[in-house]
């Protein structure tokens, strides 16, 4: 019985994390790609693994062109490039998940 509950929980919460994927819908047109650099055990990281773990299978999910990749650095940075070849880099540290996203669209 308690592996039978614990497999409904998994199941229930995998589904809410599929339904909140198919509806946030959240495009990036004008993007190429979105290199995550992620310290390994930073203060300051917090919202940046929030977003790779809450956004990005969204953000992947939308935008199936968007090249998405994650690698090892010594600070919490995004570095986007565009359609236009400008690359941007966004300094992550000490923000939000949200705020990050909110970077991405602008």
Not at 16 to 23: D, E, G, Y
Not at 79 to 90: N, P
Request: a positive charge.
């Amino acid at each position: 019985t308690h592996t039978h509950t614990h497999s409904c929980n998994m199941a229930s919460r995998l589904l809410a994390t599929v339904s909140r994927i198919k509806n946030s819908a959240v495009l990036l047109p004008s993007l190429k790609s979105v290199e995550i650099g992620i310290p390994k055990r930073a203060p300051g990281a917090s919202g940046l693994r929030n977003f790779i773990k809450e956004e990005v299978p969204v953000l992947r999910y939308h935008n199936p062109t968007v090249k998405f990749s994650l690698q090892a650095a010594p600070q919490s940075t995004l570095t986007v490039t565009k359609e236009d070849g400008q690359v941007v880099t966004i300094d992550a540290k000490d923000q939000p998940s949200r705020w990050i996203l909110e970077k991405l669209q602008s």
